[in-house]
């Protein structure tokens, strides 16, 4: 059994928001598995009462869920009479209220009312009506996580049209690649932005991607010492005053298009429901996350990040959101300075602050305790999400951040907007778990008999349909591409992509991607456990794990980026294998050690085994844009099995 690291206090099951729920609809909130065979058996009744409970601004309608007999995942409907709009119940409550607070590296700190936010979200919608932008049309971002990215959002929404962003610092064939796809009328831009210290001027970039994309009719510039460029308006002179107004939509009306970042084609443009986002993000922000009134939510994040939508949800709980613009971790003449997002969530009074496994492992490795450097008594809940965090992590977490909180790994995706299985404040943490199954998703581990597991590892689905399920793929065969993509593996049920493991105790266990899954003597292994025994090496700066072919077989390949003054000596790759044996199996013992100078990722950040692999194999990466470095993958090519440790 694995070690308990935090429970809740007996008053708990009692005043938390989860159990505050299922007292409302008659439930014991010390029995979760009957109040989740509820959410899943009887869909309609509890995405209803989630709408009740969360006092969603719109109408319901009268049906709360039709189901197809036929094919129930994929046709079957939720609130089908209804109509509200996001934008609406994000901008819900006293005008006084802090709802913003924006900061950046620099230590730039300000607060925006909720009054603030909405006068200047009036005035952008009525500039978008103004260009012709009507409900459905594409209004696309290329900016920085500040408050214009926010407003240009919210106006978006408020008038039925659909929104989509990239961050500044893509590249204009992956920018292209995204928002060109849609046929975006207005795009928001930052011709220029700071990271790390350094100011980036990306006016010409903008040039050509406007060139690029017929469709755009006016180009609005942010930020400050904007530059001259043709028939380009500043956000400042875009708009004009005028009274908050929203357009009721329907529940599967497009709100975001969000991509994919894989290397494997174009990215898919993925479209998401206004309703859906709105009840799953009021679920796991209410319930899930415990998330109050006057809760402060911080999470590191770009805006083309599905965290980033994630976290703005916390508006329509009367909570305050925090947009952090530029790097976490400074460099400085002393070395590295992780104190940025800390001082940020001492001076905000963070109640509930996300993060990446990897931010936590720099962390560690630099000997920076967040808990003894700053004031974290607000702090109610840490997150993780992007990647599988290791049981060492936990303990790391709870020694020197802080005991008297919720740690919650979660595990969703782009895909679903949301969380597959998240935390609860009624359930204890485990080290090296994710804590629960998310309410209204029938998720299960099946093996390859299509049969639900405990205690073994398989791929993670769902099976029965759910709100924030995509509405299709933008473009040419958007349903059929979609349906190719998640239901491909088993009909009519959603197969993530993710190879995971139930525990008796209902949390979970994520091992990595499927497409990632190592098969070293046919037998399929994951590739977390690898991972997470590399982090605790403090000479291991980053790695990457995949499989390389050899004589019908595969072999496991390790690649390790070290720190300065380290280097990969038969002793030290010696202690690598023995940590991996010990800590996961012989059979994740990597066959090949390379010595590494950079590890490729996406620009969502994310590791990409497959390009590493499919560079070694001598065979070309199909879409190079999605990545953050692609130059990297040249030192992969000439990996030399012969000189691997």
């Known amino acids: 059994m694995s070690s308990v690291l935090w429970a809740p206090a007996p008053a708990a099951f009692q005043s938390s928001n989860l159990a505050r729920f299922c007292l409302a609809n008659g439930f014991n909130p010390r029995d979760y598995e009957t109040l989740h065979r509820w959410s899943v058996s009887d869909p309609g009744a509890f995405w209803r009462a989630v709408w009740d409970f969360a006092g969603v601004i719109g109408n319901p309608g009268a049906r709360s869920f039709l189901r197809d007999d036929q094919q129930p995942m994929t046709q079957s409907r939720f609130f089908p ?21 924006e900061a950046d590296e620099s230590g730039h700190f300000r607060t925006f009312t909720l009054g603030e ?45 659909v929104w989509s962003s990239c961050s500044p610092d893509f590249g204009a064939a992956a920018i292209v690649d995204r928002l060109g796809q849609i ?7 930052a011709p220029r932005y700071r990271y790390a210290g350094k100011e980036h001027d990306i006016s010409g970039r903008l040039t050509e991607i406007v060139a690029a994309m017929p469709t755009v009719t006016t180009l609005v510039l942010t930020g400050d010492d904007k530059p001259a460029m043709p028939a380009a308006i500043a956000f400042e002179d875009f ?127 630099e000997g920076y305790a967040p808990g003894r450097l700053h004031d974290l008594s607000s702090l109610r809940s840490l997150l993780s999400a992007g990647a599988p965090v290791s049981p060492s992590q936990f303990d790391w977490v709870y020694a020197h951040v802080k005991q008297d909180m919720i740690f919650a790994s979660i595990s969703g995706g782009t895909e679903i907007i949301g969380c597959f299985l998240l935390g609860s404040p009624i359930h204890p943490v485990r080290r090296g778990e994710l804590t629960v199954k ?39 065969d958007g349903d059929a591409r979609y349906h190719a993509t998640y239901f491909a593996a088993r009909r009519e049920i959603w197969t993530h992509g993710d190879v995971a493991e139930m525990t008796p105790h209902g949390s979970g266990i994520i091992h990595g991607r499927s497409d990632t899954t190592l098969k070293p003597g046919g037998v399929r292994i994951g590739t ?118």
């Open 438 to 476: 998310g309410l209204g998703l029938a998720v299960v581990v099946m093996d390859e008999r299509n049969a639900p597991v405990i205690a073994r590892q398989g791929d993670l689905v769902c099976t029965e349909p759910f709100p924030s399920m995509p509405l299709t793929f933008w473009g040419k």
């Open 528 to 645: 977390a456990e690898i991972y997470a025994a590399c982090e605790d090496f403090a000479e291991i700066e980053d790695c990457l794990v995949f499989g390389a072919p050899v004589e019908g077989d595969e072999e496991i390949v390790l690649c390790v980026k070290l720190n300065d003054g380290f280097e990969l000596t038969p002793e030290f790759a010696a202690q690598i294998r023995r940590a991996i044996r010990e800590g996961a199996s012989p059979r994740h013992v990597p066959h090949r050690i390379h010595a590494v100078r950079a590890v490729p990722y996406t620009l969502n950040g994310k590791r990409v085994e497959g390009a590493a692999r499919t560079t070694l194999e001598g065979k070309p990466v199909k879409n190079m844009a999605s990545l953050a470095n692609p130059a990297c993958l040249e030192e992969y090519r000439a990996l030399d099995r012969s000189k691997a440790a």
């Open 117 to 161: 936010l909405r006068r200047l979200v009036a005035s952008t919608a009525q500039g978008l009506r103004a260009a012709g932008v009507v409900s459905g049309d594409s209004v696309g971002g290329i900016l920085p996580n500040r408050v214009e990215g926010l407003v240009a959002l919210l106006a978006t929404l408020s008038i039925g049209a």
């Open 239 to 365: 708009g004009a005053h005028a009274p908050l107004a929203f357009e009721r939509v329907p529940f599967d009306h497009p709100a975001y298009v969000l991509y994919t970042s894989g290397t494997t084609g174009a990215p898919k443009a993925i479209v998401h429901r206004a309703g859906g986002v709105l009840l799953q993000h009021l679920k796991e922000h209410l319930l899930h996350g415990d998330v109050r009134p006057g809760d402060v939510m911080s999470w590191y994040t770009n805006t083309a990040w599905m965290m980033y939508h994630w976290l703005i949800s916390g508006l329509a709980c009367d909570a305050a959101v925090v947009l952090y613009d530029g790097a976490p971790i400074l460099k400085t003449a002393d070395g590295l300075d992780p104190s940025p997002l800390w001082t940020m969530a001492q001076r905000a009074s963070v109640t509930h602050f996300g993060t990446s496994p990897k931010y936590l492992a720099t962390l560690a490795a």
């Open 81 to 101: 009479d209804a109509s509200l709009n996001l934008a609406e119940n994000l901008l819900r409550g006293d005008d006084d209220r802090v709802a913003v607070i």
């Open 183 to 189: 046929g975006v009328k207005v795009l928001f831009a």
